[in-house]
Nanobody
Framework: EVQLVESGGGLVQAGGSLTLSCAAS????????IGWFRQAPGKEREGVSS???????????YYADSVKGRFTISADRAKNTVHLQVNNLKPEDTAVYYC?????????????????????WGQGTQVTVSS
C-alpha cells in the first residue's frame, strides 16, 4: 500500500525557513515521481516542485516559477524520504503543503506540477508565514 506522510510544517516569520519531509512507503522511488503541492484557503491546489529519480544520476528536479531559487527538493533514497527545503518564506507561501506520488509511466514532463496527474497523496502539513 502506497503511503505518504508529511511533516515539518509550522509557523515562521517572513524570511524564515522550514524543511518539509515526505516519508514514503509501499513503493520504490525508481518507479514513481514525487511531487510537492500546496493549497491556500480559497485557492486551487498548485504544484510547487517535483523529483524524478534516476538510476544513473542524482535525479531531476522541477520547480514552479514562484518558488525557484527559494525552495529545494531532494531525496534520501535510503530513508525513502523526499525533503522540501523552503527558504526566504513569504506570507503568500502560507498554505497546506502536500506530497504526492504518481507512476513515472503515467506522466510526461509537462505533467509534473499538475496535481490532477497524481494519484497518491499525504494528509498535508500546514505552513504559516507571518509578516
Amino acid at each position: 500500500e502506497v503511503q505518504l506522510v508529511e511533516s515539518g510544517g509550522g509557523l515562521v516569520q517572513a524570511g524564515g525557513s522550514l524543511t518539509l519531509s515526505c516519508a514514503a512507503s509501499g513503493f520504490s522511488f525508481d518507479d514513481y515521481v514525487i511531487g510537492w503541492f500546496r493549497q491556500a484557503p480559497g485557492k486551487e491546489r498548485e504544484g510547487v516542485s517535483s523529483f524524478v529519480s534516476s538510476l544513473y544520476s542524482d535525479g531531476s528536479t522541477y520547480y514552479a516559477d514562484s518558488v525557484k531559487g527559494r525552495f529545494t527538493i531532494s531525496a534520501d533514497r535510503a530513508k525513502n524520504t523526499v525533503h522540501l527545503q523552503v527558504n526566504n518564506l513569504k506570507p503568500e507561501d502560507t498554505a497546506v503543503y502536500y506530497c504526492a506520488a504518481v507512476l513515472k509511466s503515467y506522466v510526461v514532463i509537462n505533467d509534473l506540477l499538475d496535481p490532477r496527474k497524481y494519484g497518491y497523496w499525504g494528509q498535508g502539513t500546514q505552513v504559516t508565514v507571518s509578516s
